[in-house]
């Protein structure tokens, strides 16, 4: 049809230059001309030719030159050759005779094409860049490389634009190639945002929350673990480390969401998603619990250009289950950046010391049931019990003994003084980081890369524990054609230690035994904790007691004597093709892949209170996660006033784990031969082993849409269906839907140059969570030997075949402010989430034969507020300083329960615990009045 329409004007516009011409020869064959006039002004010679014919002339004044001096000398001369010896000795003019012998001047229709190259400022090309002719709708792209082409008429204004970037306007001379280098807006650059599927947008044009951190900024103060930067930089986020360096990182976005998973985010790292789970706890001897830090601490800070945090369902719903506790995106360093082959180096060292300490009311009294002042011996064995009161004048028998007092059996009543009352402080060492970065990067016309290693040495506060990992990233991108890229991203990462402590469970937390001393020993007194050697700590006991009978662990014994080392090697990457199909169509196809395996190995000396004769043990664990997705996208040309785009994609998504284990039973007989650290030094009947296998796998189809009006009104949609393998077949598939809107009022109401934005802004999404494998169908497992026979048995909890996946639905409003050319902003965000169909276990009764079932059913409500400030109070050539603000508030209650639940209890110590009831806040910690 567009075709026939170009086909029918161009034939029109042909036959009226027909009709003109025909009618211009018809009126002139009958008029001839005789003129002669030497040295005469063009408007003299106009005035006679009027006067002595019947043609009259129309002409704009500012074409022609009136009082240019011309000589005419016509005799019987047609009126076309005369104008054409008239016209020659003007540029670009041309002439129609039309009816009624009237002669019309005009400069002629005269088009040129165009072509050039559009780079930044460091000489790389810019592609996508948006050239338009000034006053009309007309305009062209850069294609990959940065070319352009189009036709303009000569004298023609050009507009230059890309996001983050100095629009440029250039007037169209006499040359045909026109290169442009555009300079980075830094007031832009800060609307510039990663969003869902790694698409950079325009921050001013969403209508939901979205913060970006820069990779600079997270480097100000290094940390082992790069998520720990993100403390207090972004709103809406609270990040709780579990222990020390190299222990998980808890991140809870915008509050939890479920009620039995973990409510971490997907970390999504150059496309290659990371599940950063809590579930990183290793236990193999009684009581010796390790945490070994989840999977975002095997990546490298050095390597991030930026962290983009998609806090609500509406920013993540892209991302469909795996989203429901929101998405941090990771964008890792390229070589686009440089200007030919460069090489950097970087070093840091971080010492670090405790400073403050736990002061806890027992610190003033000696061991004891009792404050009774007249306690002759001390009762060490009542670890954090409330005896005699210290600095008092109180003595009393109490360790550590003197060589004369065990040697003549007679013990001595001295001082109860607060010698300990320091123990936490010097117990603990200077812990030190140090990091080297050595990269290498560079960027031609066809090919950059940027090549890095890293190195990271940690020592920990506690005696004996440290921590290590070695990087290796290489990130390249290659033109293949014109328009066809290849780029990968590969990443290498072990990390390790020597010795993790067990800082999870009390019974060998060197943490926890350092309280357990009271603050009338002095723990400098327990540095050497061996009594005898490979056998018997070296820790306080009651006079008249067996030395081996004490009541507590020494702290170095377990700092020493307790060693859980670990190796984790992890290598993820992605290979992924963009081809511009046209300057508006363009295709993606990505295939990624995250391969894991871990190592764990606990040596537990002979002499632990819960493993006398020690313990070893041995794990390996690791799987892979696959990821095929593809991309089709289309950027509608602007017509002047509307603006839109549209992708539609899917992606199919493989995961394979596979985890073994071989050790001492817990609390168990130990081992055959002390100290010897080998599974063959186990008995047969004492060795714990087993294996376990995990697959999942989830098929996707998704599309979003955002479309724009005048740059004062955008509105998104976004659409994406989940098929999981985890949920009962021909119940498997869910949608996720997504909407949200933006109002620039900055742009449609003259407010004024110091108002840089002032933006409104709202969106709904419905996001969710499906569970783990097999949680559908009981299956037998195997209960161990009678006799010669296997037994099997059913598991005590019933599981459900018609599960359904936790729903999400989340509505947020906002708004953004920005002043003095974004010197000032501001934003804040009110946000409500329920969060329906909760995976529950609930109690069953005990004739039922089983303990619990598996069930959909309760209500988790959310809400929240939101808010920065920030500025740059300070900015000069040298210097620049900025200042930001953040709040938060959240409150997660429980609205519904399953029929005879009125409570859930997240997990209990003693005789308190955590534990919500329906319509109370989640977070609650409970126990029992002391009397």
Do not use: C
Not at 255 to 283: E, H
Not at 828 to 833: A, C
């Amino acid at each position: 049809m567009k075709k026939l329409l170009l086909i029918m004007r161009l034939s029109i516009f042909i036959l009226l230059i027909s009709v003109f011409q025909v009618s211009a020869t018809g009126y002139s064959q009958a008029n001839k001309l005789s003129v002669s006039l030497d040295n005469a002004s063009l408007a003299e010679v106009i005035t006679t030719i009027e006067s002595t014919s019947p043609f009259k002339f129309l002409y704009r004044k500012d074409y022609l030159d009136l009082n240019k001096r011309i000589n005419v000398n016509a005799k019987n001369q047609k009126v076309e050759d005369l104008l054409d010896d008239i016209l020659s000795n003007y540029d670009n003019l041309s002439y129609s005779i039309l009816k009624d012998n009237l002669i019309v001047i005009a400069p002629m229709h005269i088009t040129q094409e165009i072509t050039g190259v559009v780079t930044d400022s460091d000489g790389n090309p810019v592609p996508g860049a948006s050239i338009s002719i000034k006053g009309t709708s007309l305009g062209s792209i850069t294609d990959m490389d940065g070319n352009y082409s189009i036709t303009v008429d000569e004298g023609a204004t050009l507009i230059f634009s890309f996001m983050g970037m100095k629009t440029k306007e250039i007037v169209v001379g006499s040359s045909s190639v026109i290169n442009v280098t555009m300079e980075a807006d830094e007031v832009a650059l800060d609307d510039i945002v990663v969003t869902a599927l790694g698409i950079s947008r325009e921050k001013k044009s969403l209508g939901y929350s979205v913060s970006e951190v820069e990779g600079d900024d997270l480097r100000i103060v290094p940390q082992e673990n790069v998520v720990n930067a993100l403390n207090g930089r972004v709103s809406g986020v609270q990040i709780n480390n579990t222990g020390g360096a190299g222990s998980s990182v808890k991140i809870i976005i915008r509050g939890a969401s479920s009620l039995t998973t973990d409510n971490q985010p997907l970390f999504v790292v150059d496309g290659v998603p990371i599940a950063s789970q809590l579930n990183n706890i290793g236990t193999m001897g009684s009581g010796v619990e390790v945490d070994y830090g989840n999977a975002i601490a095997d990546l490298n800070p050095d390597d991030i250009e930026s962290i983009s945090v998609l806090k609500g369902p509406s920013a993540a719903a892209l991302y469909g289950t795996r989203a429901g506790n929101g998405v941090i995106l990771v964008t890792t360093k390229s070589g686009k950046k440089s200007k030919g082959i460069g090489v950097s180096f970087s070093t840091n060292t971080v010492f670090e010391k405790p400073y403050k300490f736990m002061d806890i009311y027992t610190n003033k009294f000696a061991n004891g049931y009792r404050p009774d002042p007249n306690t002759t011996v001390i009762n060490e064995g009542s670890a954090g019990g409330v005896g005699p009161m210290l600095d008092v004048g109180n003595t009393a028998i109490q360790w550590p003994y003197t060589a004369e007092e065990l040697a003549s059996g007679v013990a001595v009543a001295k001082p109860l003084t607060s010698k300990g009352k320091d123990n936490a402080k010097n117990f603990f060492e200077t812990a030190i980081t140090s990091t080297n970065t050595i990269s290498i990067q560079n960027s031609s016309d066809k090919l950059d890369y940027r090549l890095s290693y890293t190195n990271m040495q940690h020592k920990g506060f506690i005696p004996n524990s440290d921590l290590h990992r070695n990087n290796l990233s290489l990130n390249t991108s290659y033109k293949v054609l014109d328009n066809l890229k290849v780029s990968s991203s590969i990443n290498f990462a072990n990390t390790g230690a020597k010795n993790r402590p067990s800082t999870t469970d009390k019974s060998a937390n060197p943490l926890q035994a350092i309280y357990d001393i009271n603050p009338h020993i002095d723990i400098r007194d327990m540095q050497d904790y061996w009594l005898v050697e490979g056998q018997t700590q070296n820790a306080p006991y009651t006079w008249g007691d067996d030395p081996s009978d004490y009541g507590y662990n020494n702290p170095y014994f377990l700092a020493n004597e307790i060693n859980n080392g670990f190796s984790r090697t992890r290598v993820f990457g992605n290979i992924k093709a963009d081809w511009a199909i046209t300057d508006n169509f363009s295709a993606m196809v990505r295939y990624n892949l995250n391969n894991s395996r871990t190592v764990r190995e606990t040596k537990i000396s002979s002499g632990f209170d819960r493993e006398m004769n020690g313990a070893y043990g041995l794990s390996n664990g690791g799987g892979t996660e696959s990821n095929a997705d593809f991309l089709l996208s289309y950027n509608g040309p602007s017509d002047g006033d509307f603006s839109y785009n549209v992708s539609f994609g899917g992606n199919m998504m493989k995961q394979n784990l596979l985890n073994s284990h071989s050790h001492t039973k817990n609390g168990g007989a130990g081992l055959i031969l002390p100290n010897v650290f080998s599974i063959s030094n186990i008995a047969e009947d004492n060795l714990d082993s087993g294996s376990s296998r995990y697959q999942k796998q989830i098929n996707s189809l998704y599309a979003l849409g955002s479309i724009g009006y005048k740059d004062m009104i955008y509105v998104d949609a976004t659409a994406r269906n989940d098929w999981s393998s985890t949920l009962p077949e021909g119940n498997n598939s869910f949608f996720y839907p997504s909407v949200s809107t933006s109002l620039l009022i900055n742009n449609m109401v003259d407010m004024g140059s110091k108002v840089s934005l002032f933006k409104l802004r709202a969106g709904w999404a419905q996001v969710g969570n499906d569970t783990s494998p097999y949680n559908l169908y009981n299956t037998l497992s195997n209960s161990g030997d009678w006799g010669s026979a296997t037994q099997l048995s059913n598991p005590a909890g019933i599981l459900n075949s018609n599960l359904k996946p936790e729903i999400n639905t989340s509505i947020e409003f906002g708004t953004d402010l920005a002043l003095f050319q974004n010197k000032l902003h501001m934003d804040f965000t009110y946000y409500t989430s329920d969060n329906e169909n909760q995976i529950l276990s609930v109690n069953l009764p005990v004739s039922s034969g089983y303990t619990s079932k598996l069930i959909n059913a309760g209500l988790l409500k959310s809400k929240g507020i939101e808010a920065s400030i920030g500025g740059t109070p300070v900015q000069t050539e040298n210097l620049k300083w900025t200042v930001n603000f953040v709040y938060s508030k959240n409150t997660t209650t429980i609205e519904e329960l399953v029929d005879g639940t009125d409570y859930i209890q997240f997990w209990k110590e003693a005789k308190g615990g955590a534990y919500t009831w329906v319509g109370e806040e989640v977070g609650t910690i409970i126990d029992r009045a002391m009397v």
